[in-house]
Antibody, heavy 126, light 107 residues
Framework: QVTLKESGPVLVKPTETLTLTCFVSGFSVGNGRMGVAWIRQPPGKALEWLAYIFSNAEKIYTTSLQDRLSISEDTSKSQVVLSVTNVDLGDTATYYC??????????????????WGQGTMVTVAS | DIQLTQSPSSLSASVGDRVTLTCRASQSISSFLNWYQQKPGEVPKLLIYAASTLQGGVPSRFSGSRSGTDFTLTISSLQPEDFASYYCQQSYSIPYTFGQGTQVEIK
């Protein structure tokens, strides 16, 4: 059974660095084109993809936040870590990690987020 | 960035109704379009990937289609458990983007 679970602080102060950990079980990151993505959702708003990782040599960030994001994996611990530097009020959101997989289609492989963690709510406030 | 515009933003429907949700991409994304369902207080769930391929375990009343840059999610007969928000998402190019969502409410 594939599961993902996020862990991190509930409250972070402006300008601090937010560090979130995703604990993965039931699959190996980078095996068979399976990786881990981070997605966030501000209260009452839409989803926003942040980053994904297939290995420490293959990681991609959303362009608007790439200067503030860092994603890494610890395969020995089955963990993926996301750091967000210099947080502000706009970073208040539920943060999800999800498995990103390549689904076969007539066009080739299409990537989708097929299993999600329960999410962790992070509030940025002084 | 590719913009995804969903319409309507919300709709009210009755159990048994046929419901159609639309997602329009700002440029061609071929069929690199996925649909997710999110019930209140719950985690998003993948329904359809590659515009029309049903994810395993998803009821067959859900279907997806594409016409150019317009994508449609259809629920053939709305069930009580289908009242939720639905999001489209493109994986054609980085950054991956989501639509703003359509909320399906009980009439």
């Amino acid at each position: 059974q594939v599961t993902l679970k996020e862990s991190g602080p509930v409250l972070v102060k402006p300008t601090e660095t937010l560090t979130l950990t995703c604990f993965v079980s039931g699959f190996s990151v980078g095996n068979g084109r399976m990786g881990v993505a981070w997605i966030r959702q501000p209260p009452g708003k839409a989803l926003e993809w942040l980053a994904y990782i297939f290995s420490n040599a293959e990681k991609i960030y959303t362009t608007s936040l790439q200067d503030r994001l860092s994603i890494s994996e610890d395969t020995s611990k089955s963990q993926v870590v996301l750091s967000v530097t210099n947080v502000d009020l706009g970073d208040t959101a539920t943060y999800y990690c999800a498995r990103i997989v390549a689904g076969e289609s007539p066009m080739g492989f299409v990537y989708a987020f097929d299993v999600w963690g329960q999410g962790t709510m992070v509030t940025v406030a002084s | 960035d590719i913009q995804l515009t969903q319409s309507p933003s919300s709709l009210s429907a009755s159990v048994g109704d046929r419901v159609t949700l639309t997602c329009r991409a700002s440029q061609s994304i071929s069929s690199f379009l996925n649909w997710y369902q999110q019930k209140p207080g719950e985690v998003p769930k993948l329904l359809i990937y590659a515009a029309s391929t049903l994810q395993g375990g998803v009821p067959s009343r859900f279907s997806g289609s594409r016409s150019g840059t317009d994508f449609t999610l259809t629920i053939s007969s709305l069930q009580p458990e289908d009242f939720a928000s639905y999001y489209c998402q493109q994986s054609y190019s980085i950054p991956y983007t989501f639509g703003q969502g359509t909320q399906v409410e009980i009439k």
